[in-house]
Structure formats: C-alpha cells, structure tokens
C-alpha cells in the first residue's frame, strides 16, 4: 500500500528527521514513512532503516491511523491509581487535628499517616503521597512549636526595650544577661499544650515548673574593672 502525504505532512515529517533533540529511533520511524511514500518497496526500505518487515509495517499502519503521534513510543507500564478525592480529603482533615487517642501517637508522621488511612478507609497510599501533599498544602503536623505567656502587664513595654538595646544600643551600654538554672529538671510545663488545629501546628509554653533553684547574684562593678558572685 502506497503511502501519500501532503505537503504539510511531508514537511512536519522531514522536521522529526532533521531535528536535533528528536531522539534517532523516532526520526528512523518518519524516514520509514517518507521512503514509503516515494515509493521504495517495504523490503529495501527495512535494509535501509535496519529493521525487520513487521517492524517497517508497524510504523506504517501507526502513522496511517494515528498520524505523528504514532510514530511515539507507548508506555507499557500499568495506569496508575489515583487517590479518590474523599481520601485526599480525609488526609489533610486529619492532618489539622492531633492523632486519635487509640493510635498512641503524639504527632502524625507521613508514614503513621499512610498506615492509618489504609487501616480506616481500606485505601492504600505510600508516605511519599503523602509528604507531597502536606508539602503542597504547607502542612507540618509532625512538628513543634513554643509560646510564651506572661504575666508581667508592663511584658510589651520591656520587650520593646530589650529589643531596642539590640537594634539601637546607646554607647557605653553594658548588657547583662541572667539565665537562673534549676537544680532538677523540670519536666512540667507552666501552660496546658495547645492541640493542632487548622489553623497551626500544635504549640507548647517553653516555660517549666522549677522543682528546685538555684539562684546566681552577680555584682559588676564598672570604674574598678572588678566583679563578684555569691550563691
């Protein structure tokens, strides 16, 4: 069967051909097409493209029902599962919201929540599904945050001068620093933990219940170029 071309489709054919990023297989399978359509027999046309006969027929039938396109290799491979939308859903409702109790987990992982999904809504996703959507959706449920509370009601006022010391210092200044240890470690905080909600992540005071202190007096003296420490 003769092939005929018309001169758009020779033209777009000869640029596949000459083109330097289209890959030697593809441009092998459009001069197939173009010495088809001179008229050279499917023979001496798999002796000059290096191919079988069934390979040159191939070609041809692709280009003569689908055109350039078919002249593109074809994956193999199985279509790949989408994640049905209510799942996708349930995964970023779940990712504002601190782990059930049941679980026992105090943050959700990409691979907790992976597992979870499957166990309750019979629907497999990798973990990697699901650090991309929390990626695209800016979601960091498996980390921390802290806050502080005061009850200091001039709190505002001494920050602004603390901060001012750092942005603005006047000259001469001498800045002292005073940070009181605990003897015992304090593991209880001085605020309730803020639970993850849609709006932020989950929150804690930095603040700790002190069991026991130890306190550090400190005496500088400027002129003399002395200090002293008494506990």
Do not use: C
């Not at 297989?25 to 173009?34: E, F, K, P, S």
């Not at 990798?126 to 960091?140: C, F, P, T």
């Not at 009850?151 to 001012?164: H, I, L, N, R």
Request: net charge positive; hydrophobic share 40%.
């Amino acid at each position: 069967m003769r092939v005929e071309l018309t001169v758009d489709q020779r033209a777009g054919l000869r640029a596949l051909v000459n083109r330097p990023d289209v890959p030697a297989t593809i441009a092998t399978r459009a001069r197939i097409v173009l010495w088809r359509a001179e008229g050279h027999r499917k023979k001496d046309i798999a002796v000059l493209a290096g191919v079988s006969r069934p390979t040159v027929d191939l070609w041809l039938g692709r280009y003569g029902t689908e055109g350039v396109a078919g002249l593109t290799d074809r994956s193999h491979a199985a279509p790949r599962q989408q994640v049905p939308a209510s799942v996708r859903a349930r995964i970023l409702a779940l990712s504002r919201t601190s782990p059930p109790v049941s679980t026992g987990l105090t943050h959700w992982s990409s691979r907790e929540m992976a597992a979870y999904v499957k166990r309750t809504e019979g629907v497999y996703v990798s973990h990697r599904y699901v650090a991309k959507l929390w990626q695209d959706n800016e979601l960091r449920p498996h980390r921390q945050g802290t806050f502080k509370l005061s009850k200091d009601p001039a709190f505002a006022e001494k920050v602004a001068d603390v901060v001012g010391l750092y942005l603005a210092p006047p000259g001469g200044a001498v800045v002292l620093s005073i940070d009181e240890k605990t003897g015992i470690q304090a593991l209880d905080r001085t605020q309730p933990l803020l639970p993850i909600d849609a709006r932020r992540r989950q929150v804690r005071t930095t603040f700790r219940r002190a069991q026991r202190q130890v306190s550090v007096r400190v005496r500088v003296g400027i002129v003399p170029g002395w200090f002293r420490t008494r506990r």
